[in-house]
C-alpha cells in the first residue's frame, strides 16, 4: 500500500510539472485550482502528523480540552476570510509579504520573510520528526534513514511539480488519514469488551472525556495565577486558538499559499471557511482514537506501552493492529508530512529574499531553476532539524511554541496593515524584532518554570506589543528630538 502510494506521489508530481515554466505556475498553479481541492489541502497542511500522532496521545495522556483551541481557531478563519484574504487578492500577491512592501515598505517585507523562514523551518522540522518517529516504530527501520527517505520524496515530487503536485497530494493525503483515523476507530471500538458503553463507563470517570476546563471561580484564591499559567483554562484556550490560528492562517506562506492557487477572491474564502467543519470533524476523530485507545489499555495490563506516550497510536498500530489497517495508519502518517512546507519556503525565499536583493532582472527560467534547487537545500536543513528535534517529548505542543515565538510579531504588523494607515516601515521591524526576541526569554523562563506563565499567551503578547511598539517607534521618529532637547536649554537651533 505505501508503495502503491509513494508511486502515486512521483505520478502526481510529473502530471502537475509538464509544462511548467515559470515561477507563476510553481508557487501559484496559474491560479487555477478548485476551491474545494484547496480545502482538503488545507485541512491536510493543518492537520499534518503532528495532529495524527499528537491529538491521540493528548487525548490518551489527558482529555479532550484540545477542543477548546478548535473554538478559537473556527473564529479565526471567518477573521482571516473577510479581513486578510481580500488584502492578498487586491495586490495581487505571491507571497503574502508581499502585501507588507506594498503596504509599509522593503524592511517591513524581509523581516516578514526571514520570520517567516526560521520559524516554519523549526515548527516543520518538528511535524517531519513527529512523522518519522512514527514510521520508525511501525517499520523497525531506524531513524535515520527513514528522514533520508522523506526528504528525497519530498524533494523529488514538489521539486518538479511545485505547489500545484503539493495540492493534489494533499488532497489523497486528506483523504488517506480520515480513512485510517475511521478504519482505528472501528478496530478500537470492536476490540473493547463492552463497546461503547464500556469507553464511557472507563473513560469519563477518569477525566479522559473533560472538554471544557473553565478553572477557578474568578473570586477564588489563585485564578489570575492559574489563569496565566495553564494554557488550559477556556477563556486562554479559546484566546490562544484565536491569535495562534490567526496567526497561522493569516501570516503564514505555508496555508495561505494555498488558499491564493484558486482563480477568485471568494473561491478563496469559500475554501477557508468550509476547513471550519472538516478541520474540526477530524480533530474529533482522532481524539475518539486516543480516547478509544486509554480505554483499551486499561483493559489490557499485560500490554507493554511506548517508551514515549507521544508515540502511543503508531505502537498500537504495530503491535496490535491487523497487517492491512496497520498499512493504511503507516500510510497516513507517511502522506501527512511527506509534502513538508518546501513549496512554500522556496516561494517566500525566492519571491521575497532572491529576486529583490540577489539577483533584480533574471528571467523566468533562472528564477525556476533557483526554485528547484532551494527545494532540495531546503528538503536537507527540514531533515537535519527534524533529527535534532527527534530528542524532544511533547511533540503537539512543541510546534506551537515555536510558532509563539515569531507569530506574535507577524499577526501584529499584518493587523497594522490592515486595521490602520500608517505606515512606519523601520518601526515595524525594530517592534517585530524586539518583541521576538522577549518571547523567547519568556519561552526559556516558562520552559524553566521560573515564572508562572503559559506558554499559549505568547503570541498574545507578541501581537499587542509589536501594535504598541510600532506604534511608539513610529510616533518617536516623527519628532524632532533635538529641536526640544535645544528648546529645553534655550540655545538657538540651527
Known sequence: MLGALTAALFLIGWASGRGQTDTAGFFLARRSIPWWAVCLSFIATEISAMTIIGVPATAFRENWQYVQFCVGSAAARVFIAFLFIPAFYKFDCTTIYEFLRHRFGPATHYTASVFFLVTRLLASGVRLMAACVAVSVLSGLPLVPVIALFTVVSAVYIGYGGIKAVIWTNVLQALVFIAAGAATLGFLWHSIAGGLPAVWAAAGPAGRLSMWNFGAPAAGAGWLSRLLSDPNVFWVAVLNGLFTSMAAFGTDQ?????????????????????????????????????????????????????????????????????????????????????????????ASFVTDLYRPLIRRDAGDSHYLAVSRVCVVVFGVLLGGIAYFFSFFDNMLWLAFKIGGVTFGSLLGVFLLGLLTERRADRANTAAMSLMAALNFVLLLLIETQRIGLGWSWLVVIGTFGTMALAWLFSAVSDVNLWNLLNRGSGAKVP
Open 254 to 346: 505555508e496555508l495561505v499559499q494555498r488558499l491564493l492557487t484558486v482563480e477568485t477572491r471568494r473561491d478563496s474564502q469559500k475554501s477557508l471557511l468550509w476547513t471550519v467543519l472538516g478541520a474540526f470533524a477530524v480533530a474529533v476523530l482522532f481524539m475518539a482514537v486516543g480516547t478509544g485507545l486509554y480505554v483499551f489499555y486499561a483493559q489490557h495490563p499485560e500490554l507493554p506501552l511506548p517508551e514515549k506516550l507521544d508515540t502511543i497510536y503508531p505502537h498500537f498500530a504495530a503491535t496490535v493492529m491487523p497487517a492491512l489497517l496497520r498499512g493504511l495508519v503507516l500510510s497516513a502518517i507517511v502522506m501527512a508530512s511527506i509534502d513538508s512546507p518546501l513549496a512554500s519556503l522556496t
